[in-house]
């Protein structure tokens, strides 16, 4: 073993091409996802979105195990609540490598000693079942341990991974997210990695959510943006945190078995099941669209500016015959010294308000919205609003 500049708490100096060496052995099918090999000594983040079934998961986590029989390193394989980690959730996570060709891929983990895996009280140990499936030997080590991230502050003190240098945040981007849940998470790798140097962080998602809290925090809200499937970005924060993004594309073989999916049982005209169909990767929610104008629209107000983390929105105050007063919102690329800026971070300049502004503004945001009377330039603007919505109501809750 190899320690980072010969010192032990700097934690293991990884041959990542032993580690690739060792996965290619376990001949994963080649239709399936694969780690992005190369990409691996350069950066500490690699986080991966797809649509559904793309194996991105079990490959990664089949990645993982080799670096657990190459260096004894344990799988810290993160989920945002307790209840995801149920298991009647969590023994699914590696049904594929137990399952795989009758445990093969156990096998050949660890040079034939084990021939499958279970799960106990938050953790995966490696066993030996007989022909009727009962486990009749278990290993005595944990090669995946299971966290969550509500519980990070329970951890500081009682939790402790000298070898846990392989975390997996598993489906990161979800409907509704924890106050400060990005941070939170940021909390419970700093208790897992303590001051190693060693350490390597995966997040994966089945959709793309444009307006994750964890793009937001990471700083790579715009790259994510104008992304597209099968292209990867090397992002670098202004303080040096490396981040390999990519957008996972299935393969051509899979695409066929996809579109007959898609034709027996997802051929609705809905566009809110593209995430499911892979028809989209993106998580658009569907809102109706700016209004053509006639001879009786008018603006009332068009100063009113949405500052979201990802990109900043305006909003007009209108009025016509048809739609009567109604807010048109769509994006903007800058703002003026007469500008009202909503915002929901720390408000230090005198244009701008916290969440919806002043008691009139958020009467009569609060109005339209009940009514349905926003109208958005498209679907991803609306997607971006209201999830602006969401996240303001999270925090106006728990204060």
């Known amino acids: 073993m190899k320690y980072i500049n010969d010192k032990p708490q700097l934690g293991l100096e990884y041959d990542f091409k032993a580690i690739e060496r060792e996965y290619k052995k376990l001949g994963v099918p080649s239709l399936w ?153 940021l909390d419970l790798t700093k208790t897992v990695f303590r001051d190693r140097l060693s350490g390597i962080i995966v997040m994966l998602a089945n959709t793309i959510k444009l307006s994750s809290i964890y793009f937001e925090e990471f700083e790579i809200s715009r790259q994510v943006l104008g992304m597209k499937k099968g292209e990867f970005r090397q992002c670098v924060t202004e303080k040096g945190t490396k981040l390999f993004v990519e957008i996972i594309d299935a393969e051509i073989t899979r695409s066929e078995t996809r579109k007959t999916m898609n034709s027996l049982f997802y051929g609705f005209k809905n566009p809110k099941i593209n995430a499911i169909t892979g028809e989209s990767l993106y998580a658009y929610e569907s809102v109706p669209h700016i209004p053509a104008r006639d001879s009786s629209f008018y603006k009332i107000q068009n100063n009113i500016y949405i500052e979201t983390g990802i990109d900043l929105l305006q909003a007009e105050y209108c009025y016509n015959d048809k739609q009567g007063y109604h807010f048109q919102i769509h994006r903007a690329t800058k703002t003026y010294n007469d500008s009202v800026i909503l915002s929901l971070d720390v408000v230090d300049d005198k244009r701008y308000l916290w969440g919806f502004g002043t008691q009139r503004l958020q009467k009569i945001f609060g109005r339209f919205i009940a009514e349905r009377r926003l109208y958005f330039s498209t679907n991803e603007v609306g997607t971006i609003f209201n999830d602006y919505v969401r996240r303001y109501q999270t925090i106006k809750n728990r204060v």
């Open 33 to 185: 996802y694969s780690p992005p090999f190369a990409a691996l000594p350069r950066n500490k983040y690699f986080i991966g979105l797809s649509d559904r079934s793309t194996g991105k998961t079990t490959n990664w986590l089949l990645y993982g195990l080799c670096m657990n029989k190459l260096y004894g390193t344990i799988i810290q394989y993160v989920r945002a609540t307790e209840e995801e980690l149920a298991p009647s959730h969590a023994e699914k996570l590696v049904e594929v490598i137990r399952t795989h060709e009758g445990g093969e891929y156990i096998r050949k983990l660890t040079n034939g000693r084990w021939n499958s895996i279970y799960y106990h009280w938050r953790a995966f140990y490696y066993c030996n079942v007989d022909e009727e499936g009962r486990r009749v030997e278990v290993c005595e080590k944990e090669c995946i341990h299971c966290l969550a991230i509500e519980r990070h502050m329970d951890y500081k003190s009682t939790y402790n991974a000298p070898l846990g240098d392989f975390i997996m945040l598993d489906e990161f981007i979800a409907k509704h997210y924890r106050p400060n849940e990005a941070i939170d998470f």
